[in-house]
Nanobody, 115 residues
Framework: QVQLVESGGGLVQAGGSLRLSCAASGRTFSIATMAWFRQVPGQERELVARISRGGSTDYADSVKGRFTISRDGAKNTVYLQMNSLKPDDTAVYYC?????????WGQGTQVTVSS
């Protein structure tokens, strides 16, 4: 089992910044990839950014150049630094831990960007 706890969401004006954190606990040694997804009501959950154990990263085109995903192995925590936020970034952001045969989701944290 892996437990994920997200934090850092909130309300910010357009152009502002937020940093999301996702702390993992439990069988963290089995996690290969950590990722951030987001979901708007009525729409499918979409990938925002992903980082592998080795540090390789992947981003959605809509956030490239604005968001940065990073991982602190010692703290079993993944971060999402979000800069130049836009109203279209408003969503519930979910952390996901992926292993060879499993995946786990966090509970989600709301990010609201006002215009």
């Amino acid at each position: 089992q892996v437990q994920l706890v997200e934090s850092g969401g909130g309300l910010v004006q357009a152009g502002g910044s937020l940093r999301l954190s996702c702390a993992a606990s439990g069988r963290t040694f089995s996690i290969a990839t950590m990722a951030w997804f987001r979901q708007v009501p009525g729409q499918e959950r979409e990938l925002v950014a992903r980082i592998s154990r080795g540090g390789s990263t992947d981003y959605a085109d809509s956030v490239k150049g604005r968001f940065t995903i990073s991982r602190d192995g010692a703290k079993n925590t993944v971060y999402l630094q979000m800069n130049s936020l836009k109203p279209d970034d408003t969503a519930v952001y979910y952390c996901k831990a992926e292993g060879t045969r499993f995946y786990y989701w966090g509970q989600g944290t709301q990010v609201t960007v006002s215009s």
